[in-house]
């Protein structure tokens, strides 16, 4: 079988400086065994995509004619390394960028790494756009400070808030968060952060790390803001923005339900002032009585956070302090015995999230569930530190693709996205 149809591997020099093999072509990684991708597993880079050297890993692709799998230590005589892509928002890897790791090779920080290659055409990843909404595409948002100077001057308007000082000046301004950055453009979804502190201890958390040697992606919120504040900050978006939602559960902060008192008073503020807008809460669904609290003071969705459907895999890399998997079930059976929407923020690893024995649980837990929508999510962490933190033995993977389609053809009624729907105009 000929692989010359495939994308020419690429790598990076010393200097960072990307460029193709003259022969190999790529390969991508899947758990922990490496395979080309199929034609249909390729899409055109895309618009806002970042490219990442990985340091101490070195690029491995397949001999077209032969099918054999090549580790590329140098080329031309000078040291080189894989380099893989960085999805921007909406859309979903199939295949992790295939390496070899050298000896004494840093841990790789906590982004996704996923399948890249070079044809005449350009750059192709092993990925789909799951999502069509443009709400965090790069070129939706302007050029320039628009957003920080709108910051800047709500800020001003609202002195005494803490909340718009922090979206503002951390989360849109240092971090370009585009969640923020669409708040103060008065659009789509803005995010209401709230809790500093968390009952679980994700080997990827993005806001936390404590002796991991791996840097956070970002710091986590330092205060608590007040219901008062929350509100205002959600009627202030509501107000000005067709179907709205305003969510708990950010990257900038712990888990939400560990301060769920603020959330209720704060979402009874809001519903006493208004019914418009959707009020959803990102979070891990550890406690079945604050989830059933929130519903009952006005909470209309929640998207739950998973990295498997079996519990051991949870576990093990969630982490839970206080809580288990039975209480993350429980609390998806109170959302639908309210019918409450449920979102799934499925956080999807190739060659793990696909294997056979997963899809037979998340189609029992699906059965069990019933959700409304899965948001394939990419698990932003280095890829030998996830399959080296899982109580987990390599099985049978299907391939993403494959995955969703068993999945869309037993549950077609479930949404397939990224991002928290508006459920009100």
């Known amino acids: 079988m000929s692989f010359s149809h495939l994308p020419y591997l690429v790598m990076a020099d010393r200097k960072g400086r990307i460029f193709e093999h003259p022969l190999l072509r790529m390969a991508g990684r899947s758990g922990l065994s490496l395979r080309p991708p199929q034609a249909d597993e390729l899409i055109p880079l895309p618009s806002g995509s970042d490219l990442y050297v990985l340091p101490g890993r070195s690029p491995v692709g397949i001999h077209p004619e032969t099918g054999r799998i090549q580790v590329v230590n140098t080329f031309r005589r000078e040291p080189v390394a894989a380099v893989s892509v960085f999805l921007p928002p909406a859309h979903t890897g199939y ?63 609202h002195p005494h808030n803490r909340l718009f000082a922090h979206l503002a000046r951390n989360c849109c301004k240092v971090y370009r968060c585009p969640a923020a950055r669409n708040l103060f453009l008065n659009r789509y979804e803005a995010p209401l952060p709230t809790s500093t502190g968390c009952n679980a201890r994700c080997v990827g ?110 576990h093990s890399y969630f982490r839970p302090v206080g809580y288990t998997f039975d209480d993350v079930v429980k609390s998806m059976e109170i959302a639908r015995s309210k019918s409450k929407f449920i979102s799934l923020n499925y956080f999807v690893f190739p060659g793990v999230t696909d294997e056979e024995e997963e899809l037979e649980a998340f189609l029992t837990l699906s059965e069990r569930t019933q959700p409304d929508m899965i948001q394939w999510r990419n698990l932003n962490i280095d890829p030998d530190l996830y399959t080296q ?28 996205g990224y991002f928290n729907p508006a459920l009100k105009g």
């Open 95 to 157: 295949l992790t960028a295939a390496f070899e790791k050298q000896q004494g090779a840093p841990a790789l920080p906590l982004y996704a790494y996923t399948a890249l290659g070079w044809t005449e055409k350009g750059f192709f990843a092993a990925a789909v756009r799951i999502d069509p909404d443009p709400r965090q595409d790069l070129d939706h948002f302007p050029e320039g400070d628009v957003d920080v100077l709108k910051a800047e001057a709500l800020v001003r308007e």
């Open 205 to 314: 958390c993005i806001s936390l790390q404590e002796n991991s040697g791996v840097p956070c992606s970002q710091d986590r919120m330092d205060f608590i803001p007040t219901p008062e504040e929350v509100a205002e900050v959600a009627l202030y978006h509501i107000a000005r923005v067709p179907e709205a939602v305003v969510s708990f559960g950010q990257g900038c902060e712990g888990e939400p339900l560990t301060n769920w008192k603020v959330l209720e008073e704060s979402i009874r503020l809001i519903r006493r002032e208004t019914l418009e807008g959707t009020i959803n809460l990102n979070t891990n669904a550890s406690m079945p009585r604050a989830i059933e609290a929130l519903f009952d003071a006005g909470l209309d969705s929640i998207r739950v956070s998973l990295n498997s459907a079996r519990p051991p895999l949870y």
């Open 389 to 416: 933190c899982l109580d987990w033995k390599e099985g049978t993977a299907m391939g993403m693709k494959n995955f969703m389609e068993a999945i869309r053809q037993r549950f077609p009624e479930i949404r397939f």
